[in-house]
Nanobody, 118 residues
Framework: QVKVVESGGGSVQPGGSLRLSCAAS????????MGWYRQAPGKQRELVAG???????NYADSVKGRFTISRDNARNTVYLQMNSLKPEDTAVYYC????????????WGQGTQVTVSS
């Protein structure tokens, strides 16, 4: 019933840009924090960018100044604008929705592949 669906991945040259989208349904979207994670082969999943229900953002050091996370509560969608892409950004990017009451709830999308190569 809860669905989190990423889109916008693809192949781009170094220095290029992509905009990922994540649409969530089955939740009270505005009450959830949203995050973008990524996982490269052989590596652990890592947080790339997060945005709380109140709009506060945080970024991994490796993407600061290049990536921007934003949300549109009216569309139940979170975005990740990725600029100045590097080969090291190649990974599957996953969208996460979370809410903390007494415990934390997490919902994950299936991921969208981003490949950065020349």
């Amino acid at each position: 019933q809860v669905k989190v669906v990423e889109s916008g991945g693809g192949s781009v040259q170094p220095g290029g840009s992509l905009r990922l989208s994540c649409a969530a349904s089955g939740i009270a979207f505005s009450s959830y924090g949203m995050g973008w994670y990524r996982q490269a082969p052989g590596k652990q999943r890592e947080l790339v960018a997060g945005i709380t229900s109140g709009g506060s953002t945080n970024y991994a050091d490796s993407v600061k100044g290049r990536f921007t996370i934003s949300r549109d509560n009216a569309r139940n969608t979170v975005y990740l604008q990725m600029n100045s892409l590097k080969p090291e950004d190649t990974a599957v990017y996953y969208c996460n929705a979370y809410r903390i009451v007494t415990i934390r709830y997490d919902y994950w999308g299936q991921g969208t592949q981003v490949t950065v190569s020349s």
